[in-house]
């Protein structure tokens, strides 16, 4: 699976908090059906810390969801 790194969700998580493209991609796999997940399955996964997490949920109330 190839990601867009145009969408400004997957630039915050790659060049702010430095998460892989890999561990983006494993989590997209995993929250297929629902991409909304994608922060619940990073973390879920640990692939990103807690403090991560409510840095994702911070800027997706700044900017809109994954979605849009």
Partial sequence: MEISTNHPLIR????EL???????VFALQQSEQTP???????????????SQLDEIFDWLERYG???S
Avoid: D
């Fill in 36 to 50: 909304s997940l994608l922060p619940m399955t990073l973390w879920n996964y640990g692939l990103v810390t807690l």
């Fill in 65 to 67: 969801s994954f979605e």
């Fill in 12 to 15: 915050f998580l790659t060049e």
């Fill in 18 to 24: 430095l998460i892989s493209q890999a561990s983006i």
